[in-house]
């Protein structure tokens, strides 16, 4: 059932406000509007999925959220902390402090075995997970010395969350985390998004273009031509593992 508005539940604070976002790329002597005036609530501990067509805004949205992009106009605020404005370090310790990023592909070094890529994260994190720990909550804890060539494609994704969430970040940004993964592949690292944010009360927000995945959500925000298209909420949260597609 769609929601008149954007506004998170009452039940829990914002962690996420923003009114009016506006993103305009220049692309030689086109304007490209990534963003036209986009308002959202984000509550603390909320499941969002994130559907809509490429090139509708999606990615640029979790950029701006995630501190790696900043709006033409508008504004947004992270708890106490308004982003809009902030300087690029300031940026750059929200990023380090509070945001894990997961993408498609899983960046991950190739000389580092499992443990060293997550202790990359844990080394520069005031109050980290162990790796050992953040290996054993995406279920490799079995794996801590194997490279990224010796992993399957869902190992190595998982060991890219395994890294985002070892700085215990309040929010956990993904865009198409499943993206380059097989059907059950990719409804193993679902659950683990899944488990991370019922689990550790993180945050999630996931971008995809598989309308499945939506039924895991608390709420679906529907993106076209950079607006917000439609809202829904979920009445029931499905499992991973009641997913099909």
Known sequence: MSEATT?????????????GLTKIYRMG????????????????????????????????????????DVPTAGEVRFLDHTLTGATE?????????????????????????TRENVALVTDISEHPMAPEEALEWVGLGERLDHFPSQLSGGEQQR???ARAIAKRPQVLLCDEPTGALDYETGKLVLDVIARINAELGTTAIVITHNAAIAGMADRVWRFANGR?????RNPRKLSASELSW
């Open 7 to 19: 506004t998170a539940p009452a039940a829990a604070p914002p962690i996420f406000v923003a009114r």
């Open 159 to 161: 060991v890219a969350i």
């Open 228 to 232: 917000m298209a439609g809202i829904e």
């Open 89 to 113: 370090a300031e940026l750059t310790r929200y990023r380090r402090e509070h945001v894990g990023f997961v993408f498609q592909f899983y960046n991950l070094i190739p000389s580092l075995t």
């Open 29 to 68: 002597e086109v304007d490209v509007h990534a963003l036209r005036g986009v308002d959202l609530d984000v509550a603390a501990g909320e499941f969002i999925v994130l559907l809509g067509p490429s090139g509708s805004g999606k990615s640029t949205l979790l950029n701006i959220l995630g501190g790696l």
